[in-house]
């Protein structure tokens, strides 16, 4: 048997990052919501032990949308400078507050605390606000006959449910199932390189300095974290992967110092390390009728740059935007204008952020003779040239 819940104006697949802000962001802006997010609580692959570097753009966007309140501003470190280097060779580049008008570069904070200003947020809504649903995992959908609204099912407490929605948003990742339904085109592109995650106290204070050191295997990034911690994020081929995650802590940390040359002194107390496999994930198309694919669903990037999140709370800001109601006048939030409307808004930001974190990923990990050399050279000189400099800060600033 399957039973119906009431219809709902937006239905979101996936309470993660992205499907979590973004149900805040429509309920704020006067929608029914329900969301769909097949994890148990405290379960969700997105809000693991990793941090995230958001850029001053995207923490500006959080605290608007009043999710940045007293202790999650605790529980944040601000990025005051970045350090550009490459292990082995000379030349860097530096990104500072003076850079950025004064203003921090961004903050870095964990993805569980981002979790729990969601919770908090969650409960301060008004009753019926938004229907969250936990865990549910979706299993379906069909547009109705008529076309003016999708039918969704899923699983709730081992019983079939549907529910028909306006507008359905997969923000449920990259192997997205919503998305695997529409039959969209997706381009997958293997990297060949795996991601080694931890935290770790550094000897001396980090004075809010983040490092990407561009070294052999792939790019080292050191981001200040909050309590003297710092979150390392250590990229290499895929066949180097067992070797390193088998490594004692001391062993790995020494790894670590020799390529960036200890700035920190010795690094203590490191977290058990986690592998997260890099894939260039996009898809062609990010419509179809009633249905946007958003957030990690429609584009999952090498961390290199740290852009992956920030890009996803861009789509949600666009998307929000693109359904709200004209001088008084109701909104359909599946009408095919509002979605054409919001495809267009994404397209110059999506080549250009996608495009660079690729260059990046590709120009940093080329391993030939003299290739070091001038990767220092371009470091050096990049930090000469007002132009492409500022443009790396904008890039940081998320703008
Ligand atoms: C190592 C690493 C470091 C990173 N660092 C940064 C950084 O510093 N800055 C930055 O901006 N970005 C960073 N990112 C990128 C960032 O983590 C992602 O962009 C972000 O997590 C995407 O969130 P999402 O909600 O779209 O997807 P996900 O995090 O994958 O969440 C998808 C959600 O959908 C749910 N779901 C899946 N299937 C179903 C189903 N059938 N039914 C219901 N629910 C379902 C899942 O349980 C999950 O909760 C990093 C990524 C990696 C891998």
């Known amino acids: 048997m399957i039973t119906s819940a009431p219809s709902t104006d937006i239905l979101i697949v996936g309470g993660g990052m992205v499907g979590g802000v973004l149900a805040h962001a429509l309920v704020q802006a006067g929608w029914r919501v329900t969301v769909l997010e097949g994890a148990a609580p405290g379960e969700s692959p997105s809000f693991d032990a990793r941090l995230t570097a958001l850029s001053e753009a995207s ?37 500072t507050r003076a850079n950025n008008h004064g203003v921090a570069l961004g903050e870095v904070i964990a993805n569980r605390q981002i979790e729990q200003a969601l919770i908090q947020a969650r409960r301060a809504l008004p009753p019926g606000a938004l229907d969250w649903r936990q865990p549910a995992r979706y299993l379906g959908h069909a547009l109705a006959a008529d076309g003016q609204s999708v039918c969704v099912r899923f699983l709730q407490d081992g019983i079939e449910q549907q529910q028909s929605t306006r507008l359905l948003v997969a923000a449920d990742g990259a192997h997205s199932p919503v998305r695997a339904q529409t039959g ?6 293997p990297y060949g390189q795996t991601a080694i995650v931890c935290t770790a106290r550094p000897e ?101 740059a740290g852009q992956g999140f920030n890009l996803c709370l861009r789509d949600v800001r666009d998307l929000v935007d693109s359904l709200r109601a004209d001088r008084g ?47 220092g050279a371009l470091l050096s000189a990049l ?7 500022n443009r790396l800060v904008r890039l940081t600033r998320g703008i």
């Open 59 to 95: 923490w500006r966007y959080l605290d608007a949308l009043g999710l940045v309140d007293a202790s999650t501003a605790a529980h944040a470190q601000a990025i005051e400078e970045v350090r550009v280097v490459d292990a082995g060779h000379f030349g860097m580049t530096r990104i």
């Open 184 to 189: 969209a085109t997706v381009q997958h592109q």
């Open 204 to 304: 001396r204070p980090h004075q809010g300095t983040g490092f990407e050191c561009f070294t052999r295997g792939g790019p080292l990034a050191v981001l200040p974290a909050p309590a003297g911690r710092v979150s390392l994020v250590w990229v290499n081929r895929d066949e180097d992967i067992p070797a390193l995650m088998a490594l004692s802590d001391e062993a790995y940390a020494a790894r670590l110092n020799q390529l960036f040359r200890a700035r920190l002194g010795r690094l203590t107390e490191l977290t058990a390390r986690s592998a997260y496999p890099l894939n260039l994930v996009t898809v062609q198309e990010l419509t179809a009728p009633r249905l946007v694919i958003l957030g990690n669903a429609a584009h999952a990037l090498h961390p290199v």
């Open 329 to 375: 006048v109701p909104v359909d939030p599946g009408a095919a204008e509002r979605l054409s409307h919001y495809t267009a808004l994404r397209a110059a930001d999506y080549r250009r952020t996608i495009g660079l974190t690729d260059r990046l990923v590709k120009g940093f990990s080329l391993d030939l003779p003299g290739a070091g050399l001038l990767r």
């Open 383 to 389: 930090d000469g040239v007002r132009p492409i400099k």
